[in-house]
Nanobody
Framework: QLQLVEFGGGLVQPGGSLRLSCTAS????????IGWFRQAPGKEREGVAF????????TYVDFAKGRFTISRDNGKNTAALQMDSLKPEDTAIYYC???????????????????WGQGTQVTVSS
């Protein structure tokens, strides 16, 4: 069974950057699509970015385009989310999630993902 753990959250000033990492264990990651999601206080969980099992297809929601970059290293069983030009409204708990999937395109809906990490807090504030 796929197990996911996120690292890299923290406090950052507006305009700053953070790199979130997602480490997988239990199975090899190369047959799983990976998605990054976030949930702000009082709001529903929403998708951020998604990557196919091979890494060949990446999908971003509108607010992430041009600022966030999703990547993966199947050899190391890891995925990452590089976040640049952060804004206060990016403050949320960020989750990585996985689902066994075909190559392309990766699923983008919360309900499509089966395995979830515990989340890591990202706070953007001056």
């Amino acid at each position: 069974q796929l197990q996911l753990v996120e690292f890299g959250g923290g406090l950052v000033q507006p305009g700053g950057s953070l790199r979130l990492s997602c480490t997988a264990s239990g199975v090899t990651l190369d047959r799983y699509a990976i998605g990054w999601f976030r949930q702000a206080p009082g709001k529903e969980r929403e998708g951020v970015a998604f990557i196919s099992p091979s890494g060949g297809t990446k999908t971003y929601v509108d607010f992430a385009k041009g600022r966030f970059t999703i990547s993966r290293d199947n050899g190391k069983n890891t995925a990452a989310l590089q976040m640049d030009s952060l804004k206060p409204e990016d403050t949320a708990i960020y989750y990585c999630a996985g689902v066994q999937a075909g190559q392309s395109p990766p699923p983008i809906e919360t309900y499509e993902y089966e395995y979830w990490g515990q989340g890591t807090q990202v706070t953007v504030s001056s």
